[in-house]
């Protein structure tokens, strides 16, 4: 079938558009866990940032010491295209189970750092039947905390993490397309974490939203509510820095009034070295500020049950 010959002037106008989707770099947890330990020097939760740094530390391991596990065939990858659905739908992988063996071998290399507490939740992991660490993966996944325990949740997070990412560097090209679905992620359909508001090439000024399981990022235009869609309305919270001026912190929250939910939006301009999941989990003062403010939380992070680290 002939192609389209574009004109000059569609040429241009091609070249400068930005791309939707991000994919994480191959190094991802290496690099989120050296962010955490900068952001632990100091921090009133240095010890448990620590903590999910060699818990990323693991992550990395496991992503590089693993064999290439199944993708979904074929026919399934090119009927999400054909439809507009994410290749790597996490119900259907959850419940298929190839991830399992990613979490036995991140269960074999964490490291409970002379806590009792952790070293109880990872031997009920490891004693866990694979029924049961599937319906605990799926609570967590859909947000029903209440259905699964809570010190459960990094090791799970942490292993759902590494599988997807897996599968995400294994895709084939032009496997992810643009969904209905934006405030989700296109690849596995996962909420996002946090917001980025780029600064560099044609992406700058624009935010990617980044997601919660596989961290990759997709295109989310600005002033607009990541969880409803609403454009009316939104204001952003900062924390007071001192020196800082509020319209440039790195970190604020966007507020919807009409979910009354917010994200943390990170504008990388200024901190360049800022990463969603590990400066999100620098940052739980901010969500006890929008908390007494009367906002929800809208964004999990797999790393961390609400509440874990208060």
């Not at 199944?70 to 739908?89: I, Y």
């Not at 031997?123 to 609570?139: F, S």
């Not at 929250?253 to 990170?266: R, V």
């Amino acid at each position: 079938m002939p192609g389209t010959i574009l004109e000059p002037g569609q040429i241009e106008a091609a070249a400068n558009i930005p791309p939707f989707l991000n994919l994480p770099p191959a190094n991802l947890f290496a690099r989120r866990a050296a962010r955490l330990r900068q952001l632990a020097d100091g921090h009133p939760l240095g010890d448990y940032l620590k903590l999910i740094a060699s818990l990323c530390d693991a992550q990395q391991k496991v992503l590089e010491q693993t064999a290439a596990l199944p993708l979904p065939d074929t026919t399934a990858l090119e009927r999400s295209m054909e439809h507009g659905m994410p290749p790597l739908a996490y119900e259907t992988l959850v419940r298929d189970g190839a991830w399992l063996p990613l979490l036995d071998a991140l269960l074999e290399l964490a490291d409970a750092a002379g806590n009792p507490a952790v070293e109880q939740a990872l031997q009920r992991l490891r004693e866990a039947e694979d029924g049961q660490r599937k319906a605990w993966a799926l609570a967590l996944l859909n947000g029903q905390y209440d259905l699964l325990p809570a010190a459960l949740v990094p090791f799970l997070g942490a292993a759902l993490q590494a599988a997807f990412s897996h599968w995400v560097l294994e895709l084939p090209d032009g496997a992810v397309t643009e969904t209905g679905a934006t405030t989700l992620c296109p690849v596995c359909g996962a909420p996002p974490v946090a917001g980025m508001i780029r600064h560099r090439g044609k992406q700058t000024g624009l935010r990617y939203l980044s997601c919660s399981l596989c961290s990759c990022e997709w295109h989310y235009v600005r002033v607009k509510c990541s969880h409803c869609e609403e454009s009316k309305g939104l204001a952003y919270y900062s924390l007071q820095r001192e020196g800082i001026a509020s319209d440039q912190a790195p970190l604020r929250a966007e507020t919807c009034p009409g979910c009354q939910g917010y994200l943390k939006q990170f504008y990388l301009e200024y901190d360049a070295n800022a990463e969603a999941q590990a400066d999100d989990l620098a940052s739980l003062a901010l969500d006890l500020r929008m908390t007494e403010d009367g906002y929800l939380r809208r964004a999990p992070n797999l790393l961390m049950a609400p509440g874990d680290a208060e």
